[in-house]
């Protein structure tokens, strides 16, 4: 069994910073990909940013250039740093991973998801 958890998350004003974190933990041979996914309200869940083991990334077009990911592999651990945050980033953050297990090839595994809220 794989646990992700997320923290991090709470209400910040329109241009603030906000930093996530998402630890995997359990019977873990070797976490592959990590990531975040969000779903704001009446809107289907969408890719945030991505990073491979190696540490290549991918970006939602409207995070470029204002959030951040980055991994730390002996912690089985990603992270997400959000800067300049606008209303529209409101959302259910949650944690992505694709993890070997010693039993079992590739399985996407997922956080319970962290509310984050940007208002004024």
């Known amino acids: 069994q794989v646990q992700l958890v997320e923290s991090g998350g709470g209400l910040v004003q329109p241009g603030g910073s906000l930093r996530l974190s998402c630890a995997a933990s359990g019977s873990i041979f070797r976490v592959n990909r990590m990531g975040w996914y969000r779903q704001a309200p009446e809107k289907q869940r969408e890719l945030v940013a991505v990073?491979?083991?190696?540490?290549?990334?991918n970006y939602a077009d409207s995070v470029k250039g204002r959030f951040t990911i980055s991994r730390d592999i002996a912690k089985n651990t990603v992270y997400l740093q959000m800067n300049s945050l606008k209303p529209e980033d409101t959302a259910i953050y949650y944690c992505n991973a694709d993890v070997n297990t010693p039993i079992s090839g590739g399985m996407d595994y997922w956080g319970e998801g962290t509310l984050v809220t940007v208002s004024s």
């Open positions: 990073v491979s083991r190696g540490g290549t990334t």
